[in-house]
Nanobody
Framework: QIQVMESGGGSVQAGGSLRLSCAAS????????IAWFRQAPGAEREALGS????????YYAASVKGRFYLSQDSTKNTVYLQMNSLSPEDTAVYYC??????????????????WGQGTQVTVSS
């Protein structure tokens, strides 16, 4: 069993930056991917990016590529999401998710079994 917990959400003005953290605990020895998603009110859950744990491969959704960046600290089983040039359209609850399986679709929510509770990000204009 794996638990993931997000932190770092909050309020920021348009044009600003935030860094979110996703810390994994439990049976992390078999972690394969950690991903970030977000969901705005009335919208579907949207993939942002995913990182292969240990092998470092990153995948980004086209909507955030060049603005959001993933990094990992394998010693802490933590993945970071650096978000730059934020706009009010980025307001959402941000979730991280983890899987112990290799997946051909690391940006698809169905690939992930373990989910955090989410952290709110609010961007004001």
């Amino acid at each position: 069993q794996i638990q993931v917990m997000e932190s770092g959400g909050g309020s920021v003005q348009a044009g600003g930056s935030l860094r979110l953290s996703c810390a994994a605990s439990g049976n992390t020895y078999n972690l394969k991917f950690i991903a970030w998603f977000r969901q705005a009110p009335g919208a579907e859950r949207e993939a942002l990016g995913s990182v292969g744990i240990g092998f470092g491969t990153t995948y980004y959704a086209a909507s955030v590529k060049g603005r959001f960046y993933l990094s990992q600290d394998s010693t802490k089983n933590t993945v970071y999401l650096q978000m730059n040039s934020l706009s009010p359209e980025d307001t959402a609850v941000y979730y991280c998710a983890a899987t112990t399986d290799f997946t051909p679709s690391p940006l698809h929510p169905s690939a992930y079994k373990f989910w955090g509770q989410g952290t709110q990000v609010t961007v004001s204009s």
